[in-house]
């Protein structure tokens, strides 16, 4: 041990703090190695002595990467004690210094430095990697008060756990059927298993896992999630499901999480990241989101195209008056977007009293609303499923007409014969094959085609047409389809 790091160690020991200010201001001319022992030494010494020492550093030290080493120390060590005093790095305009404390307090992980974390995100100091600390710490404290049940914990349910969670991940339909049906009444298991099967290779049992957290909405849920979006392993139909389940999931963890799913390459990963931003609309997710738009990129055009995709009323309303919001939306608005979506629109331009582009924009819908266009019904359970498909069916020509609710979707069959109906493998209740039953009980297979869309990709081809075949089913294919391939759903006379 050299001899400065036995004189610190004997002024620790002593507490003589006053008589070492002079040994502590040398700390920055020792060589690396030293440096970093003198600093561990000073943390790892759990009393107000050494608190002090590392309060006087702090305020002494001027060199950038001496201060840095010392944040990262504390948030190393976990020094719960220094929370206030890393806490003030934040409003710095030293990019390298608000990160490391940023850093520091996620890992002191304490509800004291995710308050102060709070509190610099609702000033002009808010940045990304003070959310991404936010983000990471309410999954920690918040995450871990409510813990997945384990139900190898409770015999008596532990064989009929583990055979419905085996018929869940299994490519036999009927038996999937089965098991979603028994998870969607028992919430608390549907965490344990998602919980337990985050790293598995079985992409249709994930998919199912979300939908189903996504319906339950069991506590402990929303940290599983969260760290399912943020492995760079999944493919786009897993991020989608996953952003998707999030939407019922509202945090600060969550809209972190979709600040960087509204970046995605896939369009409709990006509005399912758009929604749970909606669900969030706090300032500095806002203030964030305006930045995105700002910076003249591609990926701020997108996101401008995401958000008004998805109707997400409340961001449209706090980014209307952005001069760049507002030249990215028109484009859409006048090129590509849907009727409901002009609608959205027109409805935020009034509520702010901007009616002359009021009036511009509904001259732009009445043109569209008059075009004649074959009508599709969409049901679906998930919001943003009926957005993609809302979207990518006028794209490909025609209108949807879309449904939560299958009762209502099968009612609007009744009263009026659409040209297609399309839905999910999993409605409320019932399936998609048992939705096409009573729809065949109203029109023929050749008189109206019935589209099953999902995210399930490895179902056994020979029982999925054996039920098919049965229920009535046109057709079972991916979501989202090509617009080709919607093209395609609707008979030609």
Known sequence: MTDYLVQLKQMVRTARLDQGRSLLDRIGQQPEPQKRKALELLALTPDANAGAMLRHLLVRQTDETLLAGILRTIGKFRRKDMVTDVAEFLFYDNALLKTQAARALEKIGTPNALRCLEQAAKTDKCDQDILDAIAGLTATIYGSLAPAPDPDRQPQKKAEYKKNLARLGSRHLEKCCQAFAYFSNHSSQTAAALNQNLDSHNHDLLIRLLHLVSKTTPKGAARNILALVSSNRIGSHLKFAAYDALQAFPGRGAAVAALKGVTDTSSHVRMAAAGVLEKNCSDPIISQVRSMVESGTKTGETLVQAILDVRAAKLISALINTDTFFYAAS???????????????????????????????????????????????????????????????????????????????????????????????FLHNISGFDFSREIRELYGKNDLPVIISALHKNLNTHLLADAMNQSGVTGFFAFPASLETIKSWIITP
């Open 331 to 425: 484009n859409h608005l006048e090129k590509n977007a849907c009727a409901p979506v002009l609608e959205t629109f027109i409805h935020v331009l009034e509520n702010r009293n901007r009616w002359s582009s009021a009036r511009k924009y509904r001259q732009i819908l009445d043109i569209k609303a008059c075009e004649p266009r074959k009508t599709i019904v969409v049901t679906s359970l998930s919001q943003t499923c009926l957005d993609v498909y809302t979207k990518l069916i006028w794209a490909a020509g025609f209108r949807a007409l879309p449904f939560n609710s299958s009762q209502d979707a099968f009612e609007a069959i009744v009263s009026h014969k659409p040209n297609a109906v399309v839905c999910n493998l």
